[in-house]
């Protein structure tokens, strides 16, 4: 199982991380938002190994993905966030993927969605 947890009320300019919990599965780890009346998009993703991550160019300035292995958690650091950020974001796990370094963008490659956390910014 998934959980993503962190979201709330922010001002444009602030920080969020979000974080992404797995009870026992560990795979490729991707993010995704999805805003209202929009389609879900790609944030980014890390790595099996976590030595290897995926942005979209739009965030990749911005997001930085990391993983802690220990705390079976993929972390999503937002800085500088715009009110366009606002959206729910998910976090999805592809465990089926062997290789250490393969990291994907792809919704449709990963196998388990977590329930959605929300981040508004207000401006």
């Known amino acids: 199982q998934l959980q993503a947890s962190g979201g709330g009320l922010v001002q444009a300019g602030d920080s969020l991380r979000l974080s992404c919990t797995t009870s026992?599965?560990?795979?490729?780890t991707g993010w995704f938002r999805q805003a209202p009346g929009k389609e879900r998009e790609s944030v980014g993703a890390?790595?099996?190994?976590?030595?290897?991550?995926y942005y979209s160019d739009s965030m990749k300035s911005r997001f930085t993905i990391s993983r802690v292995y220990a705390r079976n958690t993929v972390y999503l650091q937002m800085d500088s966030l715009k009110p366009e950020d606002t959206a729910v974001y998910y976090c999805?796990?592809?465990?089926?993927?062997?290789?250490?370094?393969?990291?994907?963008?792809?919704?449709?490659?990963?196998?388990?969605w977590g329930q959605g956390t929300q981040v508004t910014v207000s401006s």
């Open positions: 890390i790595s099996r190994s976590g030595g290897r991550t």
């Open positions: 999805a796990l592809n465990y089926r993927q062997n290789s250490r370094d393969y990291v994907s963008g792809l919704a449709s490659e990963y196998d388990y």
């Open positions: 026992e599965r560990t795979g490729v």
